[in-house]
């Protein structure tokens, strides 16, 4: 008999010892994150990005370690990869796929949610000791996703680019932030009013 996925994470979390602190997963959506800085009318490949992430990191690992970092982009995120792998965050590029033209949607489709998604889903089978997952998108195609990772027992963390790009029905999955109770943890990558519309 196969043990569904939820029963045989059930039982691994109670073979191996709880973590002293908790265990982070870290899964970056480049794709969305630069769209969403786009719609700022900000150079998603300038430093902003990269330094807005890095604001966001000190607060994750307020919540615990940051156990695994993964980002995820397409060829457009690769003059991003320098700054990623100076944080020791490996940047996985996700090709586009041609839709079948006899198919209701012809044209190209990316595959860094697919992809991310997948990945995420292997790690968090073999890794039971990891205790949150922190999301870097806003994107509403990651809740069947995060639904599944919460089941499992996981606390999901939300790291959408701006308040604006965050798909409101995300926000109820998101725990409590434990360094401000009563809030969600919901950590915004949006810059400072003044790197978007500097003075002149």
């Not at 996925?5 to 979390?13: D, E, V």
């Not at 919460?150 to 701006?162: D, V």
């Amino acid at each position: 008999m196969t043990l569904s996925r939820s029963i045989k994470h059930f039982i691994l979390r109670r073979i191996y010892p709880q973590p002293r602190q908790n265990e982070i997963l870290f899964l970056i959506d480049v794709q969305n994150l630069s769209i969403s800085f786009e719609s700022l009318h900000q150079d998603p490949l300038s430093y902003s990005l990269i330094d807005a992430l890095d604001g966001v990191i000190d607060k994750i690992t307020k919540v615990g370690r940051i156990e695994i970092s993964i980002a995820f982009g397409s060829q457009l995120s690769l003059p991003l990869l320098d700054m990623l792998n100076a944080r020791k965050i490996p940047l996985i590029v996700c090709p586009e796929v041609v839709i079948d033209k006899g198919e209701p949607k012809s044209g190209k489709k990316d595959t860094v949610d697919p992809r991310l998604i997948e990945l995420g889903t292997t790690l968090i089978e073999k890794i039971p000791t990891l205790t949150h997952l922190c999301l870097a998108s806003g994107d509403k195609d990651f809740i069947p996703f995060l639904r599944w990772a919460k089941q499992q027992g996981l606390k999901i963390i939300l790291a959408p680019a701006t308040a604006e790009s965050l798909a409101e029905v995300l926000i109820g999955l998101a725990c409590e932030n434990p360094e401000r109770p009563g809030e969600k943890a919901i950590f915004f990558l949006s810059p400072p009013k003044s790197e978007i519309n500097p003075p002149n």
